[in-house]
């Protein structure tokens, strides 16, 4: 799949490996490409980002952007002044993200880039 069919997409499916449970568990997530096979994922609100607790423990993942799971590797982005940027990103590319954002506030923003 080239850069500009899954950048036009608005949501993936991420399935990770439970980190207690080792069970499949999978999330309807946004997403920004970040390159011809990455992309850039966040999460700003006070509920659980179990998705991001499950990579940390399990970097293999699977997305699926509507045309089938694709085998990927997911890295956190610890770097403060990188997540900002990513969610950066995120806004330009959700509008509704700012308000999402707004109601997360005093969550600590988290952040991955996955590639495959």
Do not use: C
């Not at 490996?17 to 997530?29: A, D, L, M, N, P």
């Amino acid at each position: 799949m080239a850069v500009a069919e899954f950048s036009a997409k608005r949501t993936v499916r991420l399935t990770t490996r439970g980190r207690k449970s080792g069970q499949e568990r999978t999330v309807v997530i946004w997403f920004v490409a970040s390159g011809p096979r990455s992309i850039l994922v966040q999460h700003t609100t006070r509920a659980p980002a179990n998705w991001y607790r499950n990579l940390l423990a399990e970097p293999a993942v699977r997305l699926d952007f509507g045309d089938g799971a694709i085998s990927a590797r997911a890295v956190p982005i610890t770097d403060p002044a990188r997540i900002q940027d990513v969610l950066g990103q995120v806004r330009r590319k959700y509008w509704s993200a700012w308000l999402i954002r707004l109601i997360g506030r005093g969550a600590p923003p988290l952040a991955a880039e996955i590639g495959w």
